[in-house]
């Protein structure tokens, strides 16, 4: 969802150029007060909104109250739009390009996230191979206890191998030729 914040004539057509450019919903509000006050509907609300779009002249008109609601904004992207001298192509191209930032930051925290947390079960599968090395290597274990520890071990391999596709072998760059080397 897209929000727009402007107090201009032309608010209600920047809506319409917007939904049509990029296929996101639009929302027009005239003011940063104008936001949903109730704890509710704020989560409902920020929650859908992943670009605010806001005339540069709010900013100057109420600097703390725009400040203040951007910041409530928490993970939208701003933009910041002279209405009054912008065409409908520049707003919806810094719109898109907008668009396109916040997905872009959303896979890379994805990407980020799921790193750790690969690199933390990695750890601990690591730690239970280990462990179960260690006790499969023990003269006296039972034969029963010995086939339980052989299935923890396969299954902790089978999944390191999920996490692993590679097998923690690191791959080469493929070799360059030297073109510049004289042939013999």
Request: charge should be negative; charged fraction near 25%.
């Amino acid at each position: 969802m897209i929000l727009l914040v402007t107090t201009c004539e032309r608010g209600e057509e920047c809506a319409t150029a917007l939904q049509k450019a990029t296929g996101e919903q639009v929302q027009v509000i005239k003011s940063t007060r104008q936001a949903p006050a109730k704890e509710g509907e704020k989560e409902q609300f920020q929650g859908r909104i992943t670009v605010v779009v806001m005339d540069e002249g709010m900013l100057d008109a109420e600097p703390i109250s725009a400040q203040e609601f951007l910041d409530s904004m928490e993970t939208a992207i701003p933009v910041f739009i002279n209405f009054a001298i912008s065409g409908m192509e520049r707003i919806t191209r810094e719109v898109r390009m907008a668009l396109h930032r916040h997905q872009r930051e959303q896979f890379q925290a994805m990407q980020a996230a799921e790193s750790i947390l690969r690199g933390e079960v990695k750890d601990t599968v690591t730690g239970i191979l280990l462990s179960s090395q260690l006790a499969l290597e023990t003269p006296d274990i039972p034969k029963t206890a010995q086939a339980k520890v052989q299935d923890i071990y396969q299954l902790a391999l089978a999944l390191r191998a999920r996490l692993d596709p590679d097998g923690g072998k690191l791959r080469r760059a493929p070799k360059k030729e030297n073109v510049g080397a004289p042939v013999s």
